[in-house]
T-cell receptor, first 111, second 114 residues
Framework: LAKTTQPISMDSYEGQEVNITCSHNNIATNDYITWYQQFPSQGPRFIIQGYKTKVTNEVASLFIPADRKSSTLSLPRVSLSDTAVYYCLVGDLSGNTPLVFGKGTRLSVIA | GAGVSQSPRYKVAKRGQDVALRCDPISGHVSLFWYQQALGQGPEFLTYFQNEAQLDKSGLPSDRFFAERPEGSVSTLKIQRTQQEDSAVYLC????????????FGPGTRLTVL
């Protein structure tokens, strides 16, 4: 199983851009990089997924360098409601390997 | 549309009791996953179904844990002879595919074993 390493916590002020970096040195050729967000008392929610280069959606951007050994989730202009735990996962789409969530990064947005 | 629902949302059990936790996945989702989340930790994989077939149960912590999905839709996670260390939030997720395909999570069932 590919493991991921991400900061335990981060603080940010409202309106700032937040970048959370995840290391996944042992990522396999068929693995995708996926980020989930979890609020207290809720299940995780899918944010974004990518394989290489850059992916952008209405919520976030995901930057993946050529070697794919790390990735960066970018949240533009965060608000208080972005306070949550963010998980970085790697895995293939075949369903043969369960996802490993890790402890995630606890983002606290301050007014 | 309706998302993944779980019931009950909260369950208190005395040590040694059996409990059953229910998951209603999104209609048409082939894959169903169960996770256990302890306080302050990320979700940990328990088991995975593709339709009615349980393809992976490597994460079930002991033989007291049993999961089924007999008709390929609703799933039940049963814990026999509950212990205090079973106290956690149990999350269910469903997906159109397996592995890293987007998973849709339910709100979870918080189990407290006294």
């Amino acid at each position: 199983l590919a493991k991921t390493t991400q900061p335990i916590s981060m603080d940010s002020y409202e309106g700032q851009e937040v970048n959370i970096t995840c290391s996944h040195n042992n990522i396999a050729t068929n693995d995708y990089i996926t980020w989930y967000q979890q609020f207290p008392s809720q299940g995780p929610r899918f944010i974004i997924q990518g394989y290489k280069t850059k992916v952008t959606n209405e919520v976030a951007s995901l930057f993946i360098p050529a070697d794919r050994k790390s990735s960066t989730l970018s949240l533009p202009r965060v608000s208080l409601s972005d306070t949550a735990v963010y998980y970085c996962l790697v895995g293939d789409l075949s369903g043969n390997t369960p996802l490993v969530f890790g402890k995630g990064t606890r983002l606290s947005v301050i007014a | 549309g309706a998302g993944v629902s779980q019931s009950p949302r909260y369950k208190v059990a005395k040590r040694g009791q059996d409990v059953a936790l229910r998951c209603d996945p999104i209609s048409g989702h082939v894959s169903l996953f169960w996770y256990q989340q302890a306080l302050g930790q990320g979700p940990e994989f328990l088991t995975y179904f593709q339709n009615e077939a349980q393809l992976d149960k490597s994460g079930l912590p002991s033989d007291r844990f049993f999961a089924e999905r007999p008709e390929g839709s609703v799933s039940t996670l049963k814990i026999q002879r509950t212990q205090q260390e079973d106290s956690a939030v149990y999350l269910c997720a469903s997906s159109l595919g397996g592995g890293a395909a987007e998973q849709f999570f339910g709100p979870g069932t918080r189990l407290t074993v006294l």
